[in-house]
C-alpha cells in the first residue's frame, strides 16, 4: 500500500490564502450584490508594464521563426538576462555578485521552499513571528519541524518575535541557529532594516556558520537612499546569504512568473564528516534536475525590465502603489487607527481597533464594509490584534475601501 508524506498532516489548519479565499466566497455567495474590494494577498492588478509586453509579443513572433525557435532553455536562465541582473541590481549598488551565481525561476515564494532540498533535517530553523506563511510550512512539510502547539508554533522552529517594541525587526537571538529566514521589506509588517541591523546578522551568521536566506522581493519600494536593497552590500554577506528576487511586485509578473536567486559561488556548508561543501553546486543541481526554466518569452520580458523604458515604466508602476500606501496610512492614522509600514513597502501593517482580535476583525470589516484584508494571527501569533492591508489595488478602490473603512471604525 502506498504510504504519504505524513509531515503534511501536521498542518492543522489551511494555508492561509486559501482560507481567506474560501471565506470571501461564502460571503459572496450569500450576498451576491456585495460590493467587494480585496485588499487582501499582496496581488498586483495594474497592467504589465509596455516595454516587458513589447518584448513578449516580439519573443511570440521569434518563436514562429525556425530560424530563431527556442526549445528548452538553460536551467539557470539565459545568460542575457543574468547578465543584466548582475549588472543592475547588484553591480551597480557596489556588490560583488556575478550572472553566473543567479538562477532565473518561476517564482521566488517557489524558491524559499525548494531551497530545503539541499539542506538537512537536523537544521535549527529561526524565523521572525509574524511570518509569511510559506517558510514556516515548507519546513513542518519538510519533516524540519514537529507539532504545533495551541498557538500553531511548531515544535523545533525558533521563533524571534517582532513588535513595534523593536521597530518589527528580529532581536539576534541567544542561541545558536543554522538558518534564518529574513525579509526586507518586511512581508507582512511593511519594516525596513538599516545596514547596521542587517551587519549584526552577518556577524552572527559568519560566526556561528549560519546561512540567511534573505527574502528581498519588495526591494523595488525602498525609497529611502540610506536603506540596503540587498543584503550582499552588507560586508561578509556572500559567505553566509543566499538571497530571493522577484518581478512580480516591481513589474507586475505575478501572473507572467519570473524570479530569481543568488547563490555565490563560495559559499559553503560543511557535510558530516567535516568536508566543505558548495551550496551552489547543490543547487545547480537541484534545479537541473527537478526544473527545465522559465519560458524563453517570459525571460524576454523581464529583461525589459532592465531597458531604458522598462525602468521608466517600473518606477512609475512602483510609485502608484507606494501612493496607495500612503493613502491608506494617511487615511486609517486620520481615523485614529494605529498603523506601520507603507512607507518602503507596499504593505501596511493595522493595529485591529476596538480590540478584535485579527479575524475578528477580518469577519466584521468584510460584513460592514465589502473589504478584504489579512488576519495578522494567519502570519503568527505575534501577528494576532494586527491587520495586513495591501496597497495592489486601484486607486480607485484602495480610496473607497478607505471611506469605507473610516467611517466604520473610526476610533
Not at 487582501?40 to 516587458?52: F, H, N
Not at 538599516?194 to 519588495?218: C, R
Not at 560543511?270 to 568536508?275: I, N
Request: with cysteine; proline share 4%.
Amino acid at each position: 500500500m502506498a504510504t504519504i508524506n505524513e509531515n503534511y498532516l501536521k498542518l492543522k489548519a489551511g494555508y492561509l490564502f486559501p482560507e481567506i479565499a474560501r471565506r470571501v466566497k461564502a460571503f459572496a455567495e450569500a450576498n451576491p450584490n456585495a460590493p467587494i474590494i480585496k485588499l487582501g494577498i499582496g496581488d498586483v492588478t495594474e497592467p504589465l508594464p509596455e516595454a516587458c509586453r513589447t518584448a513578449m509579443i516580439k519573443a511570440v513572433e521569434d518563436m514562429g521563426d525556425r530560424s530563431k525557435f527556442k526549445g528548452y532553455g538553460p536551467e539557470q536562465g539565459y545568460l542575457w538576462l543574468r547578465e543584466k541582473i548582475a549588472s543592475d541590481d547588484f553591480q551597480a549598488r557596489g556588490c560583488d555578485i556575478s550572472a553566473g551565481e543567479i538562477f532565473i525561476s518561476d517564482g521566488s515564494k517557489c524558491d524559499c521552499g525548494n531551497i530545503l532540498d539541499i539542506f538537512g533535517k537536523d537544521n535549527t530553523i529561526a524565523v521572525t513571528d509574524p511570518v509569511y506563511p510559506v517558510y514556516v510550512d515548507t519546513n513542518v512539510m519538510a519533516g524540519h519541524t514537529g507539532d504545533a502547539n495551541d498557538k500553531g508554533e511548531y515544535e523545533g522552529l525558533v521563533y524571534l518575535p517582532i513588535s513595534a517594541d523593536n521597530n518589527f525587526t528580529a532581536e539576534i537571538p541567544a542561541q545558536k541557529v543554522d538558518i534564518i529566514y529574513l525579509c526586507f521589506p518586511n512581508n507582512p509588517t511593511g519594516a525596513t532594516a538599516t545596514k547596521e541591523h542587517l551587519q549584526a546578522w552577518v556577524n552572527y551568521a559568519k560566526e556561528h556558520g549560519s546561512i540567511i536566506l534573505f527574502d528581498a522581493a519588495y526591494e523595488a519600494y525602498i525609497t529611502d537612499p540610506s536603506l540596503p536593497h540587498s543584503i550582499y552590500e552588507i560586508e561578509g554577506a556572500k559567505d553566509c546569504a543566499i538571497e530571493f528576487r522577484s518581478f512580480s511586485k516591481n513589474a507586475g509578473f505575478t501572473g507572467t512568473r519570473c524570479a530569481f536567486t543568488v547563490v555565490p559561488q563560495n559559499l559553503t556548508v560543511k557535510a558530516s564528516d567535516g568536508t566543505e561543501v558548495k551550496l551552489w553546486q547543490l543547487w545547480n543541481r537541484r534545479q537541473s534536475t527537478k526544473f527545465n526554466g522559465v519560458s524563453y518569452i517570459v525571460q524576454r520580458g523581464a529583461e525589459a525590465v532592465y531597458s531604458e523604458a522598462g525602468k521608466a515604466q517600473i518606477k512609475e508602476l512602483v510609485g502608484f502603489y507606494l501612493e496607495n500606501a500612503q493613502i491608506i496610512c494617511e487615511q486609517l492614522t486620520a481615523a485614529g487607527i494605529s498603523v506601520y509600514g507603507g512607507k518602503n513597502a507596499p504593505y501596511v501593517w493595522v493595529k485591529t481597533p476596538q480590540g478584535l482580535s485579527s479575524w475578528d476583525f477580518f469577519d466584521k470589516l468584510l460584513q460592514l464594509t465589502n473589504v478584504v484584508g489579512t488576519p495578522g494571527s494567519g502570519f503568527g501569533a505575534a501577528g494576532e490584534g494586527y491587520f495586513r492591508i495591501s496597497a495592489f489595488n486601484s486607486r480607485e478602490n484602495v480610496e473607497e475601501a478607505m471611506k469605507r473603512i473610516t467611517e466604520k471604525f473610526k476610533v
